[in-house]
């Protein structure tokens, strides 16, 4: 289902625009993950914990948050960071992060994998109706981000991750905040 043929569907439920999302954000080079609840959310993020890897978590219902290194030059080495968006665009799988969930400006950009963290709640047709419910003048700066980075510039190639995430996850929580 593509999003023309999705405006003109009179049948718009959760389930329409979870799949829209899902289809849109793969387009894009993303990928969506299904979780249960946010019991399954903070297992999914104790499982990264296991690795190796520099992780950030900005998300309280994700489990236990992460310090934010003074040394901005050492978040080069950040793997993975987790954000939670407050609403998604089923037409773009653009999802909208304000500054105070994204803690520092660079996390988002930053970092080797993105993990937004979004409900079906969050979920919105269109641009239209995202810009009516963020709340710019509560909030202040935040940003749209829909897929990892991508630019074609480069010998008229496509190349996902040049300048900035090389991988956007959507960890998608049926059940919970929303």
Request: charged share 25%.
């Amino acid at each position: 289902m593509d999003y023309h043929s999705f405006a003109k569907d009179t049948d718009r439920n959760e389930d329409n625009l979870v799949n829209l999302f899902r289809q849109q954000l793969m387009l894009g080079g993303g990928e969506v993950i299904t979780l249960n609840g946010i019991t399954e959310l903070q297992h999914f993020v104790e499982e990264k914990r296991k690795s190796d890897e520099f992780i950030i978590n900005t998300v309280l219902q994700a489990g236990s948050l992460d310090m934010i290194p003074v040394d901005i030059n050492s978040l080069d080495k950040l793997h993975q960071v987790f954000i939670e968006g407050s609403v998604a665009v089923a037409e773009n799988a653009a999802i909208w992060v304000n500054e105070p969930a994204m803690v520092n400006r660079i996390l988002p950009f930053i970092s080797e994998q993105l993990f937004l963290i979004a409900y079906p709640g969050q979920l919105v047709r269109n641009m239209h109706e995202a810009y009516e419910r963020i709340k710019i003048d509560e909030d202040g700066f935040g940003a749209f981000i829909a897929g990892p980075s991508k630019t074609a510039d480069i010998e008229q190639s496509l190349v996902i991750g040049a300048h900035g995430p090389k991988k956007m996850i959507v960890l998608l929580v049926l059940e919970g905040r929303g």
